[in-house]
Structure formats: C-alpha cells, structure tokens
C-alpha cells in the first residue's frame, strides 16, 4: 500500500480491523496516510474512540449512500415493483420469505 493511500469504508464496519487501523493511522511514516469511514464495528462509534480526534480521519454518519440520484433510483424501483404487484407480475429481487418477520402473507388470494 501506497504512503499516500487513504482506507475508505462505506461498506461494513466489521470489514475493517478498527484496532489495526487505529494503529496503523498513529504511525506517521506508514500507510495508510488516512481513513474515511462512514460504517463502525459497533454503531454508533464510541464516544471515547481515538478515532474521532485524528486529523487524518473523516467519520460520516453511515449515510454516504444518500444522494438525490439515489432517492430517485429508489422511487423508480418502488413504482416499478408497485405496478408489478398490481399486475401479478413478478416483484424484481423480493425480499425471500424466510427473512420476513412477522411472516406476512405474500398471496392473499
């Protein structure tokens, strides 16, 4: 890793060793040179982690997927799925039913 590579995280808090890279951003001379991290192991950050006083770390607030584009793109998968509900099309990556709790029913009819 490059001296001037930055660590960002908008994925999963658990995908990054929060402790390495607590340590790893206290050594000046090594990489990473920085971390942007919108996700934590343990949401919300702990008031007390020395992350939040580094210079060389922005932590945002688990929002970074937040966009107008975004919303739009949502709205337009919503009424998408909405229409094909209403036609008794099949609904584009439905939620499996195992994951549904409390279980409701999908075909009323």
Known sequence: MKPS???INVARGAVIDEIALTTALQI????PAGAVLDV?????????????????VVITPHDSWMTQRAAKD????????LRRLQRGEALREP???????????LNPH
């Open 5 to 7: 590579a930055w660590i």
């Open 28 to 31: 000046e001379s090594a990489p």
């Open 40 to 56: 934590a192991a343990v949401e919300p950050l702990a008031h007390d982690s020395p992350l939040w006083s580094m210079q060389n």
């Open 74 to 81: 949502n709205t337009a998968y919503f009424v998408d799925n």
């Open 95 to 105: 939620v499996p039913a195992e994951y549904i709790d409390p279980v409701i029913e």
